[in-house]
T-cell receptor
Framework: GQQLNQSPQSMFIQEGEDVSMNCTSS?????WLWYKQDPGEGPVLLIA?????ELTSNGRLTAQFGITRKDSFLNISASIPSDVGIYFC?????????????FGKGTHLIIQP | DGGITQSPKYLFRKEGQNVTLSCEQN?????MYWYRQDPGQGLRLIYY???????QKGDIAEGYSVSREKKESFPLTVTSAQKNPTAFYLC??????????????FGQGTRLTVV
């Protein structure tokens, strides 16, 4: 099946720093989604992208749908302690994704005070 | 409130026993999914269902079974045939897996431990 390469696998940063992570694929997706998962909880949808080139913000989070439709990135500005968690990207194919989304393996964000 | 509810939050199973994990949604979503999450491995698809009374195997269906008798419910049974069942299980739903909106919403998860 389709695969997503998400990087980096983990990040150790200082509070207040900006964060950037990305996902790439060999396949085209019609949808890119970004989720955050807190320990012991289910993933929560942060941002949904539906158009190639689309740039969308949600507070301190900004995500972009790559022009080639094969990649997406997520930026977090001025990180705070509650940003700690695992961030997942997911790609969707409308009209053909009967088994749902393809997920990256996650970026584990750790913030040092 | 609309949402997707998994129960129980924690579940302990003895070896050789079958256990059933509950997943209920009141979002009126057609599609429902079960994922397994192991440390460092991301989400792996176990089973999915696009419509009532129909479901399909995902990537790691062996040792699991599901049913979809009602639109809002998609229980997962972990059978004794599953060799390594200790994991975090996530249920999700989406409006329509084949439509233009593929956003999936997750429950809070069930942590299953074999003792």
């Amino acid at each position: 099946g389709q695969q997503l390469n998400q990087s980096p696998q983990s990040m150790f940063i200082q509070e207040g720093e900006d964060v950037s992570m990305n996902c790439t694929s060999s396949s085209i997706f019609n949808t890119w989604l970004w989720y955050k998962q807190d320990p012991g909880e289910g993933p929560v949808l942060l941002i949904a992208l539906y158009k190639a080139g689309e740039l969308t913000s949600n507070g301190r989070l900004t995500a972009q749908f790559g022009i080639t439709r094969k990649d997406s990135f997520l930026n977090i500005s001025a990180s705070i302690p509650s940003d700690v968690g695992i961030y997942f990207c997911a790609g969707g194919v409308s009209g053909g994704g009967a088994d749902g989304l393809t997920f990256g393996k996650g970026t584990h964000l750790i913030i040092q005070p | 409130d609309g949402g997707i509810t998994q129960s129980p939050k924690y579940l302990f199973r003895k070896e050789g026993q079958n256990v059933t994990l509950s997943c209920e949604q009141n979002l009126n979503h057609d599609a429902m999914y079960w994922y397994r999450q192991d440390p460092g491995q991301g989400l792996r698809l176990i089973y999915y269902s696009q419509i009532v009374n129909d479901f399909q195997k995902g990537d790691i269906a062996e040792g699991y079974s599901v049913s979809r008798e009602k639109k809002e419910s998609f229980p997962l049974t972990v059978t004794s045939a599953q060799k390594n069942p200790t994991a975090f299980y996530l249920c999700a739903s989406s409006i329509d897996s084949q439509g233009s909106n593929t956003e999936a919403f997750f429950g809070q998860g069930t942590r299953l431990t074999v003792v």
